[in-house]
């Protein structure tokens, strides 16, 4: 199956990460405020998950810019978060 034949139309990667949330996996979900904000408190930590950015758009099937983007920020906002539940503390923000 490929990329093209994977996506929904209308569902973007804020709204699909939503809906793994309400089936309780944790995650953290960026939206365009959260991602601004990370972008300007945590700069120096963007660089440190490009390795995981590029392994999980291997594993996705996309290297698109919106879902590096979208990768990148989840996974600063999860090794910014405490030991908690990283959805509720996305909640939070």
Known sequence: MTHSERDLPGIGHPLA?????NLHWRGF??????????GLWVPEIRKTVEKDVVRLC???GGKNRSLQ??????????????DCNYSRADDRI
Request: proline share 6%; glycine share 4%.
């Open 17 to 21: 990460s939503e809906f793994f949330r």
């Open 29 to 38: 979900k960026p939206d365009r405020h959260i991602t601004r904000l990370l």
């Open 58 to 60: 291997t594993l996705i």
């Open 69 to 82: 983007s979208f990768l990148r920020c989840s996974l600063v906002g999860v090794a910014i978060t405490p």
